[in-house]
């Protein structure tokens, strides 16, 4: 069976296929991660010319059918490229590393209205600003671990609840717990199997991530190169601890001999 459906999509992955054809995987608002066949897209006059290529958001009629996982894309209409994105060495890792986490992680057909509408924030502001763009994606990424029911506690003692952040020096090392999502205070720290080690400093500026719902709230916050290794080996790391077979992204590694 086959049905027509339109739908907003993010483009997160573009292969070529035969002589002039397209398959895409395509992040999208009803439908969650989907393959579709884009038949004669890479020829020049083709209906689909300038409109699914990678971070495009498009809209979209696709011939959805219930016997396959590749479906056949019919209509398409450019809402927004975001090809300035790439013209920014630090946005356009940042934009890779979005898409590849979601290509990796997420099931087919799974529909996550608000993890879209995080996505589509996210980048919306990445392509608005120039300045401390880490923090935009260290955002997305709490986000999007707590989309996936990963919540995170910056302030209180996992166990017993004890206030935190409130006391001590931004150098103090805490104890977290990536398995209760949480820092550990001094009486209660030796529960903890795995221990990962955090700076106060770090757990304050975490904390404030994790509490605003946009990110363009964050991006006058100014981190050190120190600051933003630390948090985002901290923040893929709890990722790869809840989710299984979580491996380090391509993106990452690629951008990292470009630089
Ligand atoms: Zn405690």
């Known amino acids: 069976m086959t049905e027509i459906i339109k739908t907003e999509a993010f483009v997160i992955k573009v292969r070529k296929y035969g002589e002039s054809s397209k398959i895409v995987s395509l992040y999208s608002e009803k439908f969650g991660k989907i393959n579709a066949i884009a038949k004669g897209a890479r ?12 971070f495009s958001l498009v809209s979209l009629v696709i011939y959805k059918k219930t016997t396959t996982h590749l479906h056949l894309i019919s209509d398409c209409d450019l809402i927004k490229s975001y090809y300035k994105i790439s013209e920014n060495l ?28 995080l996505l589509k924030r996210t980048m919306q502001n990445l392509d ?6 880490n923090n935009l994606y260290f955002h997305f990424l709490i986000k999007f671990g707590e989309n996936f029911g990963y919540a995170y506690n910056f302030e209180r003692c996992a166990k017993c609840n004890t206030n935190i952040i409130g006391a001590g020096n931004d150098g103090k090392k805490i104890v977290f717990d990536f398995s209760r999502g949480g820092p ?6 030796t529960v903890v199997m795995q221990p ?6 770090i757990l304050k500026i975490l904390n404030k991530f994790e509490s605003v719902n946009d990110g363009l709230e964050l991006t006058n916050i100014r981190l050190n190169s120190d600051e933003i290794n630390e948090i985002e080996k901290f923040l893929f790391g709890y990722l790869r601890y809840h989710i299984s077979g979580l491996r380090e992204l391509k993106s990452q590694k690629i951008l990292k001999k470009l630089k």
């Open 128 to 133: 608005k600003i120039n300045e401390n763009v």
């Open 196 to 201: 990962q080690i955090i700076n106060l400093g």
């Open 184 to 189: 550990l205070c001094s009486k209660c720290e």
């Open 90 to 117: 630090d946005k356009y890792e940042i934009a890779l590393k979005i898409f590849e986490l979601i290509y990796i992680t997420l099931h087919e057909e799974e529909e996550n209205k608000k993890l879209f509408d």
């Open 43 to 54: 020829k020049p006059k083709s209906k689909f010319a300038n409109c699914l290529d990678i």
